[in-house]
């Protein structure tokens, strides 16, 4: 199964939980970013915990290891369940991450490599096949790689094996659905579902690729 994550980043509180009610029943997550908690704080996720929903920050934290335990613990502390962070502070940085989530019985996932266009600036000629390998031995739980090449995507697959692999770049930023599915865990997809006249609707019409994955 290929599960469908909403990346929810209007900066209103009642936009915020209008669109994700509207949206729950046809996604598996939501992904929180900065936008929406520099609006409206960490306490927007025990109302948006209400849905029954996985929660994801997606802060891509990036800093030394206490910093990075600090910010995981009130992250954990707040209600969610996984957190993002970046791989090039290095291994202890991110080591930092994954206990805590793994204290608090959560999940840390590693930038990997990133889906718009600059992304391909630093993140490739190697790195990002050596920050996944990392992964495997710091006990982290996946990776973030791009929905908008699928071929990295793939070959990112290969050195990471049955770790979980979350795809953004679906939707405002060109990435086909269909492309990335088998390749992955979950697609994260944002303005294309909380731009939307009906996010309901915009969210269900990715049900297809919800079943994809076995």
Do not use: W
Request: charged residues 20%.
């Amino acid at each position: 199964m290929t599960d469908l994550i909403l990346a929810l980043d209007p900066t209103s509180r009642a936009e915020a939980i209008r669109i994700a009610s509207a949206a729950a029943p046809h996604i598996d997550a939501i992904k929180v970013g900065y936008p929406l908690i520099l609006a409206e704080g960490l306490g927007i996720a025990k109302e948006l915990a209400t849905l029954g929903l996985p929660l994801i920050a997606d802060f891509k934290v990036a800093d030394i290891p206490n910093t990075n335990r600090l910010i995981a613990e009130q992250v954990f502390h707040a209600g969610f369940s996984a957190i993002i962070c970046h791989g090039f502070p290095g291994r202890d940085s991110v080591e930092a991450c994954v206990q805590v989530a793994h204290a608090h019985g959560g999940e840390c996932l590693v930038v990997a490599e990133m889906s718009h266009p600059g992304g391909a600036e630093f993140f490739q000629n190697g790195i990002a096949e050596k920050i996944a390998r990392m992964v495997l031995t710091t006990g982290a739980d996946g990776i973030i790689a791009p929905a908008t090449r699928p071929e990295r995507t793939r070959m990112l697959r290969e050195i990471i094996g049955s770790k979980k692999i979350l795809s953004p770049g679906v939707g405002a930023q060109g990435g086909d659905p269909q492309a990335i599915a088998e390749l992955v865990d979950g697609i994260i997809v944002g303005r294309a579902i909380y731009e939307a006249d009906d996010p309901a609707s915009a969210a269900a019409g990715y049900a297809d690729i919800r079943g994809n994955r076995t």
